[in-house]
């Protein structure tokens, strides 16, 4: 425990939970304004049970000041501050400390209040299972409920925009919303963008849980950076390239095409499998965003029995991939894919969107 905590008042210990994703199809059309170029662009992902988890202690104090840390390193944010000397920060905690530092920003006035903040997820650093973004959601969850702030019914779409405008401002880059949306709502959902507005369609129970028997996810152990890959497609797309157009285009039509499969009273997973194929297959060759070492992961994928379709999750360039399988199969494929020295990630789709928990309950 900080020493100078061990003399205030604790009024408040919770957690909080947030799960990360991974996406189906018509990842990077939920960029503004991308999807005001590309007409009936739709986004649709899955959330996995691998979360971002942040445990809060509130204690009543003369002046507002956070410590908070993660496993490696620690921080204490003394007052606000219009410009952070990130610097002097330590790079695991750099974004979380923004994070908090922007929120206390917003309040009306500096609360007498001093936070603990420890930090955790189960998501891989670079995996390309949006687990910055689903760390700000847990992170910003919990500072809600400590300032009573995004408390309204609907609070999920005001949210939604601080937390994407917040990493915007962090990043210097544009950033997109699935990664938030996944977080937030839990599920399997289709997300369609319209203008002002975003509509979050549920998939069925029983699709969900037909998807959970059939999906695979792997870590290639290669890191991406997605806001450097969103950035080049982003400015290329809005400049007019011709090429990157017609691929995003395309990505929106293969999204539908998984969207209406999905939404069949029974699905074909082949089929749906080969969809999978289609739109990593336009991505890679519209935006280069393949690598040698995720080219071998896919072909040794595709090389074993039962595998259905193989997609690169998020904005590629390494990271994760989501792998289909016939279940009858799905026990043997993951014993081969370990064997191969890859990591399966060991997780399965949730239902749960972010979460405040008792600072005692089990759940993780």
């Known amino acids: 425990m900080n020493f100078k905590r061990a003399f205030l008042k604790s009024v408040d210990k919770f957690k909080v939970l947030a799960p990360c994703r991974a996406d ?23 959330a996995l049970d691998l979360c971002a988890r942040v445990d809060f202690e509130v204690f009543e104090s ?17 007052g606000v501050k219009p410009e952070l000397d990130l610097a002097s920060i330590p790079d695991s905690l750099k974004f979380p400390t923004f994070i908090v530092n922007q929120f206390i920003l917003a309040q009306r006035q500096l609360p007498r209040l001093s936070l603990t903040i420890e930090l955790a997820s189960a998501v891989p650093i670079g995996s390309g299972l949006g687990g910055s973004s689903t760390l700000l959601v847990a992170l910003g969850r919990g500072l809600c409920r400590v300032f009573s702030d995004f408390i309204e019914q609907g609070w999920q779409w005001r949210f939604l925009h601080w937390a994407k405008d917040t990493e915007a401002t962090f990043l210097k880059v544009p950033t997109g919303t699935q990664d938030y949306l996944a977080a937030i709502f839990g599920g399997l959902h289709g997300f369609e963008y319209h203008p002002g507005r975003i509509e979050a369609t549920a998939f069925s129970s029983k699709v969900f849980q037909e998807l959970n028997e059939r999906m695979v996810i792997v870590f290639s152990g290669e890191k991406h950076q997605s806001g450097l890959s969103n950035w080049e497609v982003y400015k290329k797309a809005v400049e ?125």
Request: hydrophobic share 40%; proline share 4%.
């Open 62 to 78: 003369s002046q507002f000041s956070a410590v908070l840390k993660n496993k490696h390193e620690q921080y204490e944010l003394v």
């Open 240 to 364: 007019g390239d011709e090429a990157v157009v017609k691929g995003l285009k395309g990505i929106a039509r293969l999204a539908q095409q998984v969207d209406s499969s999905l939404r069949r009273e029974k699905v074909d997973w082949s089929e749906l499998g080969q969809l999978l194929n289609e739109e990593w297959n336009l991505r890679k060759a519209t935006f280069q965003v393949s690598t040698p070492t995720l080219d071998k992961v896919i072909d040794l994928a595709k090389s074993l029995p039962g595998i259905l379709g193989v997609k690169v999750c998020g904005a590629a360039q390494g990271g994760s991939l989501l792998v289909l399988v016939d279940p009858s199969k799905k026990a043997s494929a993951i014993d081969k894919i370990k064997k191969s020295g890859l990591e399966v990630l060991p997780t399965q789709a949730t239902l749960m969107g972010v979460s405040i928990r008792d600072a005692h309950s089990d759940e993780d």
């Open 24 to 46: 189906l199809a018509g990842g990077t059309l939920d960029l503004w304004p991308l999807y005001c170029l590309i007409p009936a662009s739709l986004t649709l992902n899955v």
